[in-house]
Antibody
Framework: EVQLLESGGGLVQPGGSLRLSCAAS????????MSWVRQAPGKGLDWVSA????????YYADSVKGRFTISRDNSKNTLFLQMNSLRAEDTAVYHC?????????WGQGTLVNVSS | DIVMTQTALSSPVTLGQPASISCRSS???????????LSWLQQRPGQPPRLLIY???NRFSGVPDRFSGSGAGTDFTLKISRVEAEDVGVYYC?????????FGQGTKLEIK
């Protein structure tokens, strides 16, 4: 069974940093691109970033480019999102998903709350 | 950026009746590789999104056959042949043909 478990969310002040993790199981992690998608409270889905299966290619939404960094550790079946210079508008539940062009399995998400 | 625009369902849907959701993109979603990366996702209350349909009309594993997708170019449709109580939620179309990937605003399905 494919499982994706996000962690690392929490309350952070504007300008602060957080590192999200997504632990994957039930499939060969190193064979799949991975994505991060967020959802602000009561709002729709917003694509954030994606990474190729090897980690050699990364992609970002303009709204996070230069502030967020996606990475992965295929030896530990884990996806990461390093978030710096956080803003109030980054407040959202962050979901990891398996795949890039067809995100087929999604985690429950972790809540990031950027507030003073 | 490609803008995805979904239609709202006109009213709550009666159990057992069909429902249809439309999604229009501001540009053609045909990728240079010949595929059209248009997906449909369902988000039930309190749940993460769930993939229903990919590349316009391919049903994902475990998705009931009452869900179907169609369309081409810039106009796409998700159809539910007979709505069931478990179909309540918000439905999103998503394009992954061009960066940044974008979603429609969501269409809420309510049962009468």
């Amino acid at each position: 069974e494919v499982q994706l478990l996000e962690s690392g969310g929490g309350l952070v002040q504007p300008g602060g940093s957080l590192r999200l993790s997504c632990a994957a199981s039930g499939f060969t992690f190193s064979n799949y691109a991975m994505s991060w998608v967020r959802q602000a409270p009561g709002k729709g889905l917003d694509w954030v970033s994606a990474i190729s299966s090897s980690g050699g290619n990364t992609y970002y939404a303009d709204s996070v480019k230069g502030r967020f960094t996606i990475s992965r550790d295929n030896s530990k079946n884990t996806l990461f999102l390093q978030m710096n210079s956080l803003r109030a508008e980054d407040t959202a539940v962050y979901h990891c998903a398996r795949g890039r062009m067809t995100p087929d399995y999604w985690g429950q998400g972790t809540l990031v709350n950027v507030s003073s | 950026d490609i803008v995805m625009t979904q239609t709202a369902l006109s009213s709550p849907v009666t159990l057992g009746q069909p429902a249809s959701i439309s999604c229009r993109s501001s540009q053609s979603l045909v990728h240079s590789d010949g595929n059209t990366y248009l997906s449909w996702l369902q988000q039930r209350p309190g749940q993460p999104p769930r993939l229903l349909i990919y590349k316009i009309s391919n049903r994902f594993s475990g998705v009931p056959d009452r869900f179907s997708g169609s369309g081409a170019g810039t106009d796409f449709t998700l159809k539910i042949s007979r709505v069931e109580a478990e179909d309540v939620g918000v439905y999103y179309c998503m394009q992954a043909t061009q960066f940044p990937y974008t979603f429609g605003q969501g269409t809420k399905l309510e049962i009468k």
